[in-house]
């Protein structure tokens, strides 16, 4: 069983639209969450980070937490066509300093 | 500004050379990290290292090796490169505590042949 886990897509939605990415993971004893946006060639970066069950909005973008079902999402609300990228899920399994990626979720907002 | 350099964008390399991929960070960072990306299969974690001289295996350890003498520096090592290993690396760094962001370098699209 894989770490992280993510559908890799790719995920189309219409511009305007509410995008959603899902990711599970194994490991119970993860404490930390992160998503990274990665545009084609381009490097990753952090979109936000969340390690308490709920919810946690910022700006467009909101990253849902629920460690009973293992379970992490990222929404995108009014999606734009420069949301086009690939999201990536990465944990921190049982809290230590290792970082693990899933494959990634490609989206394509379309006009 | 956060910085993360890696010595070479692109790098051409022959089968059974041995080859050096260096990462240099200037945020006192604990945590780095090498990765490698291909097609379809997301970022792989090859080793990380916690402290100077002290490393972990990560998820593909098998024809990699790495060094970190200093605290700022983490090499990636291929003893003998093979066609298999022709990919995308990235380095990463974030400090040692649970909710850092890792900071990643540009990347070096390694070709073997």
């Known amino acids: 069983q894989k770490e992280v886990e993510q559908n890799s897509g790719p995920l189309s939605v219409p511009e305007g639209a509410i995008a959603s990415l899902n990711c599970t993971y194994s490991d119970r004893g993860s404490q930390s969450f992160f998503w990274y946006r990665q545009y084609s060639g381009k490097s990753p970066e952090l979109i936000m980070f969340i390690y308490s069950n709920g919810d946690k909005e910022d700006g467009r973008f909101t990253a849902q937490l629920n460690k009973a079902s293992q379970y992490v999402s990222l929404l995108i609300r009014d999606s734009q066509p420069s949301d086009s990228a690939t999201y990536l899920c990465?944990?921190?399994?049982?809290?230590?300093?290792?970082?693990?990626f899933g494959t990634g979720t490609q989206l394509k907002v379309e006009l | 500004d956060v910085k993360v350099t890696q010595s070479s964008r692109y790098l051409v390399k022959r089968t059974g050379e041995k080859v050096f991929l260096e990462c240099v960070q200037d945020m006192d960072h604990e945590n780095m990290f090498w990765y490698r990306q291909d097609p379809g299969l997301g970022l792989r974690l090859i080793y990380f290292?916690?402290?100077?001289?002290?490393?972990e295996k990560g998820d593909i350890p098998e024809g990699y090796s790495v060094s970190r003498e200093k605290k700022e520096r983490f090499s990636l090592i291929l003893e003998s490169a093979s066609t298999n290993q022709t990919s995308m690396y990235l380095c990463a760094s974030r400090l040692g505590r649970n909710n850092a962001e890792a900071f990643f370098g540009q990347g070096t699209r390694l070709t073997v042949v």
């Open positions: 990465a944990v921190t399994p049982g809290g230590g300093n290792k970082l693990t």
């Open positions: 290292s916690y402290d100077v001289k002290m490393k």
